[in-house]
């Protein structure tokens, strides 16, 4: 597929995504500010989830952010995996790491927030890194 092509596809996904699906599992009323989570939150994929570093940016509360982070789950956007430690007390109060789903969507999100020349290979350097 010509990356033009690509392009336009996946913006609209990403429309459809977030007109239908997201609105039909929340009362999600600022779709920008929602668009610019999932993009915020594509930097961060494979890193440890800290709500607080993305709210802040966002002119959000820490449980919106977890109200966000469960659509995104429930609609098989992100994983969510548990940190891995013996002690089951510790394990279940660290923080988990966030991953998309599809690593295509993440790098796209990813390239939003950048310009669109270094936007596909800066993209592509933070996927290498985490993926």
Same mark, same amino acid.
Do not use: C
């Given at each position: 597929?010509?990356?033009?092509?690509?392009? @336009? +596809?996946? =913006?609209?996904?990403?429309?459809?995504?977030?007109?239908?699906?997201?609105?039909?599992?929340?009362?999600? !009323?600022?779709?920008?500010?929602? =668009? !610019?989570?999932?993009?915020?939150?594509?930097?961060?994929?494979?890193?440890?989830? @800290?709500?607080?570093?993305?709210?802040?940016?966002?002119?959000?509360?820490?449980?919106?952010?977890?109200? +966000?982070?469960?659509?995104?789950?429930?609609?098989?956007?992100?994983?969510?995996?548990?940190?891995?430690?013996? @002690?089951?007390?510790? =394990?279940?109060?660290?923080?988990?790491?966030?991953?998309?789903?599809?690593?295509?969507?993440? +790098? =796209?999100?990813?390239?939003?927030?950048?310009?669109?020349?270094?936007?596909?290979?800066?993209?592509?350097?933070?996927?290498?890194?985490?993926?």
């Amino acid at each position: 597929m010509h990356p033009a092509h690509a392009t @336009n +596809w996946f =913006r609209s996904y990403l429309q459809t995504y977030l007109e239908r699906d997201v609105r039909a599992v929340s009362a999600i !009323r600022d779709l920008l500010t929602f =668009r !610019r989570f999932l993009s915020l939150l594509a930097t961060r994929h494979g890193q440890i989830l @800290n709500k607080t570093e993305l709210a802040a940016p966002l002119g959000l509360s820490v449980p919106a952010i977890g109200q +966000w982070l469960g659509i995104l789950e429930v609609t098989g956007q992100i994983l969510l995996v548990p940190s891995y430690i013996e @002690n089951l007390g510790k =394990r279940l109060i660290k923080s988990p790491k966030v991953y998309f789903d599809s690593v295509n969507a993440k +790098w =796209r999100l990813f390239a939003t927030r950048t310009t669109p020349q270094s936007s596909m290979a800066a993209a592509r350097r933070a996927t290498s890194k985490h993926a």
